[in-house]
């Protein structure tokens, strides 16, 4: 066998074989197209169950927005709130700190007018019994006592200026 004839067997042979071929790559190949229009309609059919999904979900999102929002309005005004507490309750100890000395003053200060007062009224009403004489000494003293203790700071200060001056004064003698 030459190479001529075995050009012309795989010819007819090929001639014969490739229609066949031919209609078995096509019925393949429309296989192939359904089966990927059926995975396309499926897909198609989940996408949209998907989006009804996706659309309740974003509703219920929706419906919880709008209290959300009144937490959030809330929390804030507790903490306006709170600030607001904050900064008043620091005025008023602060202002309570400034002005201690002088509401110290004040009270005692009324508590020796009453107790002037009330000497004034028990003189001028009766005479006191011994034991209610010695009562009321024994009270003055203890308002004497307590009047000393109160001032004790201020004598203190006074005692260092005047025990300074002295200093300075000799400092300056020599």
């Known amino acids: ?17 490739l229609p066949i071929l031919g209609a078995v790559v096509l019925f ?12 396309m309609v499926s897909a198609n059919d989940a996408v949209k169950s998907l989006q009804s999904t996706l659309d309740s979900a974003n509703k219920q999102l929706d419906m919880l927005d709008k209290p959300m929002h009144t937490l959030n309005e809330i929390s804030e005004t507790v903490d306006n709130v709170h600030e607001a507490s904050k900064s008043a309750l620091r005025g008023v100890i602060s202002t309570l700190v400034d002005n201690i000395g002088g509401l110290v003053k004040a009270v005692t200060s009324k508590k020796e007018e009453q107790q002037g007062n009330e000497t004034a009224r028990n003189v001028t009403k009766r005479k006191d019994t011994p034991q209610e004489e010695t009562r009321k000494q024994e009270e003055i003293q203890i308002n004497i006592q307590t009047e000393t203790m109160a001032k004790e700071p201020e004598i203190k200060e006074s ?9 300075e004064h000799e400092a300056g003698k020599q």
């Not at 393949?28 to 995975?39: E, G, P, S």
């Open 159 to 167: 005692k260092k200026e005047e025990s300074t001056r002295g200093e």
């Open 28 to 39: 393949f190949l429309i296989q192939f197209f359904r089966k990927l229009v059926a995975l």
């Open 1 to 17: 066998m030459e190479l001529d004839q075995l050009l012309n067997l795989t010819s007819t042979v090929a001639g014969k074989l």
